[in-house]
């Protein structure tokens, strides 16, 4: 079982910035894969970013070179730095965890940015 607690949403103007945190209940080293997905009103949820136990890490084409994810093992928590946001990455953020083939997700935390 893995236990995941988002927080750092937030509302921002466009071009400003936000950064999730999701705490890991579980040694993140032993997790095979972390990621950060979103949902916006009436569409389906979408990978953003994720980041493997070897720490290669993967982006939608939406957002790369504007998002950043990233892990402490030291303190179980990945982030998802986002720069120069965009009223269209407005949503809800869940953290995801990828644990012996079964996937684990947290509360959500909301992201909402005006132009």
């Known amino acids: 079982q893995v236990q995941l607690v988002e927080s750092g949403g937030g509302s921002v103007q466009a071009g400003g910035s936000l950064r999730l945190s999701c705490a890991v209940s579980?040694?993140?080293?032993?997790?095979?894969?972390m990621g950060w997905y979103r949902q916006a009103p009436g569409k389906q949820r979408e990978l953003v970013a994720g980041i493997s136990s070897g720490g290669n890490t993967n982006y939608a084409d939406s957002v790369k070179g504007r998002f950043t994810i990233s892990r402490d093992s030291a303190k179980e928590t990945v982030y998802l730095q986002m720069n120069s946001l965009k009223p269209e990455d407005t949503g809800v953020y869940y953290c995801?965890?990828?644990?012996?083939?079964?996937?684990?997700w947290g509360q959500g935390t909301q992201v909402t940015v005006s132009s």
């Open positions: 579980r040694n993140i080293s032993s997790i095979n894969r």
């Open positions: 995801n965890a990828r644990y012996y083939d079964r996937d684990f």
